[in-house]
């Protein structure tokens, strides 16, 4: 048998690099009471609700500009008050995880922009603004939008918009909106077990401009136009979906090579 013998030098060598490893792995915890950028790699969880009130364009509650960070509301609320150019929650890093959020009366609830990686989840967000988003993607891709709902009254609910690529909304209502969910200029997308409602002359579910989208146990109402709207959008995949409209379950403009079954 043979004995290995360390020196000392050896030793505190190891033991500063085992140092590193563990704080490099270690997750910071911080606890918020008010709108902040969120420039660590951390979990921030907020203690309290939050009414910011709003009387110049152009602000946002939560900006995150680290990599990694996770955005906890716990259930508390943002509130605003419908101003344009302020966003709840914004992003453009990798990997941010928004959750148990309740975000009102901004003009953009949630945005991601050009953020991959992320997640949205249990989040309920709501706008009366005229040019309002409720969960807005922008050149966003493979992000999780789960067990949320969103209501815009005047525009979209929820809009995954130009070179926002394999996300995924499942589990996840949209309410009372002028145009439910749209997908433009985006592929591989997939809308699984959700409802999309369009309470304006427009539609529940709009795919523009885009390919193999995939919408799946899905229910799409509108009080007036077509509930599901394909404009130059080719080999998407439609199936187990409910539609209820007083006009055309589908409209299809310039698409082809679409499925349709169940």
Do not use: K
Not at 63 to 82: H, Y
Not at 106 to 116: D, E, I
Not at 205 to 227: E, Q, W
């Amino acid at each position: 048998n043979t004995i290995i013998f360390f020196g000392v030098g050896f030793m505190r060598w190891f033991s500063v690099i085992l140092v590193l490893a563990v704080l490099s792995a270690t997750v910071f915890a911080v606890d918020v009471s008010a709108c902040r950028d969120l420039n660590e790699s951390a979990t921030y969880t907020l203690n309290q609700s939050i009414n910011q009130s709003i009387t110049i364009n152009g602000t946002t509650c939560f900006n995150v500009t680290a990599q990694n960070v996770l955005l906890d509301c716990a259930g508390f609320s943002i509130l605003s008050n419908n101003t344009t150019n302020t966003f709840g929650i914004y992003t453009n890093q990798t990997n941010t995880t928004v959750r148990n959020c309740i975000v009102t009366a901004f003009q953009t609830g949630v945005y991601f922009n050009n953020s991959n990686n992320g997640t949205i989840q249990n989040t309920t967000v709501n706008t009366t603004h005229p040019a309002g988003y409720g969960i807005y993607l922008l050149g966003s891709s493979r992000n999780l939008i789960t067990g949320s709902t969103a209501y815009s009254s005047a525009y979209y609910g929820i809009r995954i918009h130009t070179g926002s690529n394999f996300n995924t909304i499942t589990g996840t209502n949209v309410l009372n909106s002028l145009i439910g969910i749209s997908i433009d200029s985006g592929s591989n997308n997939t809308i699984a077990n959700s409802t999309a409602t369009s309470t304006g002359s427009n539609y529940a579910i709009v795919l523009s401009s885009n390919a193999n989208n995939t919408i799946t146990n899905v229910t799409a109402i509108t009080n007036n136009d077509a509930a599901l709207y394909f404009g130059s959008s080719n080999s998407n995949t439609i199936s187990n979906t409910t539609v209820s409209s007083p006009a055309s379950g589908f409209r299809l403009s310039s698409s082809s090579n679409n499925l349709i079954q169940n």
